[in-house]
């Protein structure tokens, strides 16, 4: 009923490789905008929670030719052939027909995985702990976002908390559309480079619509014709080249050495 | 016909309802409830209900002093954005609302007792008698007094002064690594010792910058620099403003001076020099002699960059002017070596254009004519003589090694530290004094020593102070008050005094206040009171005042300030094969205050973004040289101490360099019970000068 009375959207974003610095606000942005805990004592890289998280990748050449670029990677809202929605056992991933976006419903999830094991991008996380600040530091938190239990997987979601924000107050305002303005997410609003770009790729009008039809736009792992809806720019061609890479791999394994 | 159940009907009947039950919504409803309730606990955290409302302020975090919004609920707030269209908030200032809930937070004085496991908690009262004990002391010629300031010119900063002024020999000297402290080094340039200096950072379409973190906010030069804006950047190591900048010139540590006469050399000897601008320096000769002695070969061998690439950067310096030239403070590691600092900051001078330096037009003090105890460098302290030293870390902190101010302190020194948290500076104390934090009372931000025209925001309280804070201007009051020292006036706390400085500012009817939802700044003249001002600036305002009238006297000295034989200091033998460059590394926000958000442990410790604390990186090729087998664990060797690291490889180190990360330790990032009390920046061992950008070490497996 109600997708047939607003435009159906299909909202995702480019993020400009050339000009992100690394300098994480995006990811502590979107820490406090969706209540995403604090570190537990005993979390590490690997049983961290960080719906966003910037992969530094280096060209893997040496000093001084050596040059790194910073990947922001959060849940890349796959279009087709979602393969967190096709292997949920609990229907807890459903992709937003409205808006596109690839929810996840963390009252549903029953912790098995599965979703984690199909995402082709490493972009879920598992709640390993119970979520937990300092005491007090409770009334900093997000009304607008529920807190999620230890067991469950969680994700980004592109600010849906804004998404709703924004269409209550169209509709608070007698709209049926949502004014672009009004809906953009934490990661975008915090980026001090203005390296992301957010909006519907359907609406020709929108700059991210512009943007991921640039040139040197390309999508991660675009081969397995998952159509995802987070886009990268970069003119430089290594980086391009590294679309169809393991980064998270290449930069662990260049780590050890 | 009768009807008989039997055993068998029984098991069928049993047998079915397991199997039409399982195929019925029912387990998966159960399985759905079980989630949902085991996702409701009471210890789960729940979000404040509540009004929402915004509230705007100023971010007292740095000294960029950016406008911030706060969404709040109640009277909370809950996200901080930067306000009316500024530049959007660093990671430390989007989480700035979470300090003072941080659990390092303390409420009621401390007493560290040397060798205890635990601080204990102390009355206010015996922390002003120790004090003022300590103050008597050293008025009686037992030592010096020394306040530490991590903020210089803010109404506290003038009231230890004020109260410093009836101590001999007190002075009050700026927290080693503040931002801006690199350029005090343009005292030796100028002729006119009485001013004040700076650089003029306005409308340059080149900068070179020396280790600057220019592209994370240093120095406002976004603002001054409007536009594409060319950055070469000279580092060691490829820091996020060198992989931004246009131009990357991975000089060798501690050469970074040689390379500044080296392109001196270039720019003089193909004329690249104005005449108009030889004129204007006093020494143009001795100087000319000096620069002559680093040819291009000679400098590129020291620095171990390419002699085309030092000639190209110099002829595009003069070519694509107006140039600045900045050596500012390397996050963690402070400023370059002074004589570096002197002949980075000489070329300036020498491009003669938008670097020129300029008079830095004083910042109105909160009162006139009154007596002061004078400001003073750090290193010109004499080794031991420091009896009583005051870290006012009230308004930040500053990463920097121990051993810097340990050498100054005599041998039985109190040292007492105001700040709002037990950690960072502070844990180096004998007492803290607890202060409220960002958000929590009145914080000035005035302009850094980065900034010609002086400037002033006001941090204003979004939360009420919690109960057991100190206010530094009350506690200034209770240690004169002790010590039965007049002070004067009825000032009372940082409010009033600061109150008073608006109050001078609007009767003097100077500069303007840019507001953050005006585009256009309002003219003090055009207030009709004090108390307008005030308000504009605790709404996220920024007071600009006018800057100094040009100088058409000031002539420079470029050889006089260089002093030190740079040749000589580059080219000392290292100690041993073994021996490698130790390079401080860390993010800028992370070295501006004692604690961050916990949530910036998605950083540190659950992505690779940022270096976890106690870490070091090395190339592996430098590895295979020191033949290190284990690449995992090492320990690092320094004439400030050994300490255990976690070693990672990484091609983008500079070989012979190993690069030590100077981030937020466990304290600071929440978590005390963990945390190892040695900060790995204490490894450190400063230089004469006070610099400890770069310093030999060795790495040992194990």
């Not at chain 1, 808006?99 to 599965?114: D, I, N």
């Not at chain 2, 804070?469 to 240690?479: G, N």
């Amino acid at each position: 009923m109600e997708s047939a009375e607003t435009t159906l959207a299909r909202y995702g974003m480019v993020i400009d490789l050339d000009r992100c610095n690394g300098c994480g606000a995006c990811a502590t942005a979107c820490a406090v905008e969706n209540n995403v805990p604090p570190a537990n004592t005993s979390a590490t890289e690997r049983t961290g929670l960080t719906w966003l998280r910037v992969q530094r990748v280096s060209n893997g050449r040496q000093f001084p030719q050596n040059r790194a670029v910073y990947i922001p990677i959060s849940c890349q809202q796959c279009g087709e052939h979602t393969p967190c929605v096709s292997v949920c056992p609990q229907n807890a991933v459903d992709v937003n027909p409205e808006t596109g976006v690839v929810s996840q419903v963390p009252a549903r999830c029953l912790g098995c995985r599965y979703c984690m094991a199909a995402c082709p991008f490493h972009a879920r996380y598992f709640n390993w702990f119970d979520p937990k600040w300092p005491d007090g530091m409770e009334a900093t938190l997000n009304p607008d976002v529920s807190i999620r239990m230890r067991g469950v997987v969680e994700k980004c979601n592109f600010c849906h908390g804004r998404w709703q924000a924004a269409k209550a107050k169209a509709a608070a305002n007698g709209a049926r559309d949502i004014d672009p303005a009004d809906y953009v997410p934490a990661c975008v609003d915090a980026c001090p480079e203005k390296a992301i770009t957010f909006g519907n790729l359907d609406d020709p009008r929108s700059d991210a619509a512009r943007a991921s039809k640039s040139a040197n736009a390309f999508r991660f792992l675009e081969k397995l014709g998952t159509d995802p809806k987070v886009y990268y720019r970069s003119d430089r061609a290594w980086v391009r080249r590294l679309a169809d890479a393991d980064v998270t791999a290449r930069e662990s394994e260049a780590s050890r050495g | 016909m009768r009807f008989e159940v039997t055993r068998r009907d029984v098991m069928r009947f049993a047998g079915g309802a397991a199997i039409g039950a399982a195929l019925s919504p029912m387990p998966w409803t159960l399985t759905d409830d079980l989630a949902i309730w085991t996702q409701n606990w009471r210890w789960i955290p729940r979000p404040s209900k509540g009004e929402r409302s915004t509230a705007t302020t100023a971010c007292a975090l740095c000294a960029a002093a950016c406008p911030l919004e706060a969404n709040c609920v109640g009277k909370s707030p809950i996200a901080l954005r930067a306000a009316g269209g500024a530049q959007p908030l660093c990671s430390l200032g989007l989480t700035g609302h979470h300090l003072p809930w941080h659990p390092a937070r303390i409420t009621r004085p401390q007493r560290i007792e040397r060798g205890a496991a635990r601080p204990a908690s102390v009355s206010i009262e015996a922390v002003v008698r120790e004090t003022a004990r300590a103050m008597a002391a050293a008025r009686s010629g037992s030592g010096s007094v020394v306040v530490l300031d991590s903020r210089p010119d803010r109404s506290g900063s003038w009231a230890w002064q004020r109260l410093l002024a009836s101590i001999e020999g007190a002075v009050v000297v700026a927290t080693p690594g503040t931002e801006g402290s690199s350029l005090d080094a343009l005292d030796a340039l100028s002729s006119d010792a009485t001013r004040l200096t700076t650089l003029d950072l306005a409308g340059a379409r080149t900068i070179l910058s020396f280790g600057a973190p220019v592209a994370e906010g240093w120095g406002r030069l976004s603002e001054c620099c409007p536009g594409d804006v060319t950055l070469v950047q000279v580092e060691p190591m490829r820091s996020r403003s060198a992989e931004l900048s246009d131009h990357w010139l991975p000089a060798r540590p501690g050469t970074e001076g040689v390379l500044a006469l080296g392109i001196a050399n270039t720019l003089i000897s193909a004329s690249l020099v104005p005449s108009s601008v030889t004129e204007s320096i006093a020494d143009f000769a001795a100087y000319t002699d000096i620069v002559a002695r680093f040819p291009l070969a000679r400098v590129a061998a020291i620095t171990g960059l390419a002699a085309d690439d030092i000639a190209l950067t110099a002829r595009e310096l003069a070519a694509n002017g107006p140039t600045v030239v900045v050596a500012g403070e390397q996050p963690g590691g402070g400023p370059l070596r002074r004589s570096d600092r002197v002949a980075i900051l000489g070329l300036n001078a020498l491009l003669g254009s938008a670097g020129r330096i300029v008079d830095r037009a004083e910042l109105l003090s909160p009162r006139a004519g009154e007596p002061l105890a004078p400001v003073a460098r750090l290193e010109s302290l004499p080794g031991r003589s420091v009896a009583l030293l005051v870290i006012d870390a009230s308004a930040g902190d500053v990463a920097f090694p121990w051993h810097v101010v340990d050498r100054k302190l005599a041998s039985s020194a109190l040292v007492v530290a105001l700040s709002p948290y037990l950690a960072g500076t502070a844990r180096h104390a004998d007492f803290v004094v607890p202060t409220a934090p960002f958000l929590e009372a009145i914080h000035e931000i005035p302009s850094s020593r980065t900034e010609a025209a002086p400037a002033l925001s006001i941090s204003a309280p979004l939360l009420p102070a919690r109960e057991g804070a100190i206010d530094p201007v009350a506690f200034v009051r209770m240690l004169a008050s002790a010590g039965q020292i007049d002070l004067g006036g009825d000032w009372s706390s940082t409010e009033s005094l600061a109150r008073e400085r608006v109050a001078r500012i609007h009767a003097a009817a100077i500069g303007s206040v840019a507001q953050p939802s005006e585009s256009a700044s309002l003219p003090v003249a055009s207030l009709a009171s004090a108390d307008e001002l005030w308000d504009a600036l605790a709404k996220g305002g920024r007071w600009t005042g006018d800057r100094a009238a040009a100088n058409p006297e000031r002539r420079v000295e470029l050889a006089a300030g260089l002093g030190v034989d740079l040749t000589r200091e580059v080219g000392a033998a290292q100690a041993s094969d073994r021996t490698l460059k130790l390079v401080p590394r860390a993010a800028r926000e992370t070295t501006l205050t004692a604690v961050v958000s916990p949530v910036l442990s998605k950083l540190y410790r659950e992505s690779q973004l940022r270096r976890s604390p106690g870490s070091a990186t090395l190339s592996p090729r430098t590895a295979a040289a020191l033949g290190l087998r284990n690449v995992r664990a090492a320990r690092i060797l320094t004439a400030g101490g050994s300490a255990h690291v976690s070693l990672s490889l990484d091609e983008g180190v500079m070989a012979g360099v190993v690069e030590l990360t100077v981030a937020p330790d466990l304290i600071a990032l929440g978590d005390a019970a963990r945390a190892d009390h040695r900060m790995a920046i204490d490894l450190l061992t400063p230089a004469a000068d006070g610099s400890w950008s770069s310093i030999d070490a060795e790495l040992v497996e194990g």
